[in-house]
């Protein structure tokens, strides 16, 4: 069975920061690339960052130069770390496997996500 547990969320204020993990099994880790996304309420899920195998990287333009997308492969382990954090970042964050082309599209496996909350 297909297992993403996300941590690492939690409360802070603008301009602090936070690392989130996912750790993922019951599927062939290297066999996808991997996302984090997000979705706060009233708003449509958004992709934050993916990573393929060879570790090259995108990012959604809101967090550019602010969050950072990394993985263990060995580990099966999948990183953000979010920096210069503002309000708007406040959204249940989620991992998940992706195509590797294209839009990098999620293919349908959830965890329970990790909330993050930035206060002013």
């Known amino acids: 069975q297909v297992q993403l547990v996300e941590s690492g969320g939690g409360s802070v204020q603008a301009g602090g920061s936070l690392r989130l993990s996912c750790a993922a099994s019951?599927?062939?880790?290297?066999?996808?690339?991997m996302g984090w996304f997000r979705q706060a309420p009233g708003k449509e899920r958004e992709a934050v960052a993916t990573i393929d195998s060879d570790s090259s990287t995108r990012y959604a333009d809101s967090v550019k130069g602010r969050f950072t997308i990394s993985k263990d492969s060995a580990k099966r382990t999948l990183y953000l770390e979010m920096n210069n954090l503002k309000p708007e970042d406040t959204a249940m964050y989620y991992c998940a496997p992706t195509i590797c082309y294209g839009d990098y599209d999620p293919v349908g496996y959830w965890g329970q996500g990790t909330q993050v909350t930035v206060s002013l």
């Open positions: 019951g599927y062939p880790y290297n066999s996808y690339c």
